[in-house]
């Protein structure tokens, strides 16, 4: 069946790194895929979007890469701020539940120390 | 902040009851998805309405429905309440075009507690 991971272990780095947050998929060939941010007690917001064509993307200090061979997505935030903590969730349109909807993963969540 | 709103923002209801959440969408959007949020896991589709008719569902019971209405507002109808049904509720508005679209633009979320 059909399936998105993403490390449900939280990730601690020191301001100033670089975040890399892992999107892995299986039985999946979505058109595009996107990262949002979620922080406590609020609606995700859609940070980026990458199509199946792509390779990179980026966004200010936001990188997202997409690997249809691998069937996987790295996030990037480099020059890590406090501010970044929150959970990242990545979702591809389509899957079991129609290729109108997104099905997401359960979300990365980081957390940068000052 | 997105222009989506949802209403109430916090909801107490007993197992057997009935529900009603709405939504306001993003100005301009024609296309409102709603999803459930169980802790710690991610938003999981429930249905989607375009030009109020429902354009995709979930693996979600009938006890759950919808409405979208001409002004693009939408509401979630949940019967029976069980108690796996207390969640975050979150709708997102989109625009469609040609039957596509791509980023979803999420309200604050409902809380519903089911006791």
């Known amino acids: 069946s059909q399936k998105i991971e993403q490390n449900s272990e939280a990730l601690n780095i020191q301001e100033g790194k670089t975040a890399t947050l892992t999107c892995n998929y299986t039985?999946?060939?979505?058109?595009?895929l996107q990262w949002y941010r979620q922080d406590p007690g609020r609606g995700p917001v859609f940070l980026l979007l990458?199509?199946?064509?792509?390779k990179e993307k980026r966004k200010e200090r936001l990188k997202v890469t997409f690997d249809t061979t691998l069937k996987q997505s790295l996030f990037h935030i480099t020059a890590s701020q406090p501010a970044d903590s929150a959970t990242y969730l990545c979702?591809?349109?389509?899957?079991?539940?129609?290729?109108?909807?997104?099905?997401f993963g359960s979300g990365t969540r980081l957390q940068v120390q000052p | 902040e997105t222009g989506v709103t949802q209403s109430p923002t916090h909801l107490i209801k007993t197992r057997g009851q009935q529900v009603t959440l709405r939504c306001s969408s993003q100005s301009g959007h024609n296309t409102v998805s709603w999803y459930q949020q169980a802790l710690g896991q991610g938003p999981q589709f429930i249905f989607q309405?375009?030009?109020?008719?429902?354009?995709g569902r979930g693996n979600f019971p009938p006890r759950f429905s919808g409405l979208q209405f001409p002004n693009y507002s939408s509401e979630l109808n949940v019967n029976a309440l069980e108690l796996d049904d207390s969640a975050l509720y979150l709708c997102?508005?989109?625009?469609?075009?040609?039957?596509?679209?791509?980023?979803?633009?999420f309200g604050p979320g409902t809380r519903l507690t089911v006791t």
């Open positions: 997102a508005s989109s625009l469609a075009g040609g039957g596509d679209f791509y980023e979803q633009y």
């Open positions: 039985n999946y060939s979505p058109a595009y």
């Open positions: 309405y375009y030009r109020e008719e429902e354009n």
């Open positions: 979702a591809l349109r389509g899957g079991d539940t129609g290729r109108r909807a997104l099905t």
């Open positions: 990458i199509r199946e064509n792509e």
